[in-house]
Nanobody
Framework: QVQLVESGGGLVQAGGSLGLSCAASRTSVYYAMGWFRQAPGKERELVARIIWRGGDTHYADSVKGRFTISRDYYKNTVYLQMNNLEPEDTAVYYC??????????WGKGTQVTVSS
């Protein structure tokens, strides 16, 4: 079992920045780690993902150019730097770790609120 512990988040004004981090409780053979978000009344959506070994990244169109995902391979930690935040970015952000097609883990979520 892997536990994902998220930190960061909070309240920021539009145009501001926040950083999230997510530490996995143990070393595992992750395929990818990333961040999803879920706003009230909406489905959970992928924000950004990083392939664990190669470091390739993927972003939702809505955050390209504003968010940056990175990882510390040896600390089993993934980061999300969010710049130029918009009120539409307000959501609960969840860390996700994929081990295989049938095994993945989720963090408990951290609230990000962007005021206009």
């Amino acid at each position: 079992q892997v536990q994902l512990v998220e930190s960061g988040g909070g309240l920021v004004q539009a145009g501001g920045s926040l950083g999230l981090s997510c530490a996995a409780s143990r070393t595992s053979v992750y395929y990818a780690m990333g961040w999803f978000r879920q706003a009230p009344g909406k489905e959970r959506e992928l924000v950004a993902r990083i392939i664990w070994r190669g470091g390739d990244t993927h972003y939702a169109d809505s955050v390209k150019g504003r968010f940056t995902i990175s990882r510390d391979y040896y600390k089993n930690t993934v980061y999300l730097q969010m710049n130029n935040l918009e009120p539409e970015d307000t959501a609960v952000y969840y860390c996700n770790a994929v081990v295989s097609a049938s095994v993945q883990y989720w963090g408990k979520g951290t609230q990000v609120t962007v005021s206009s």
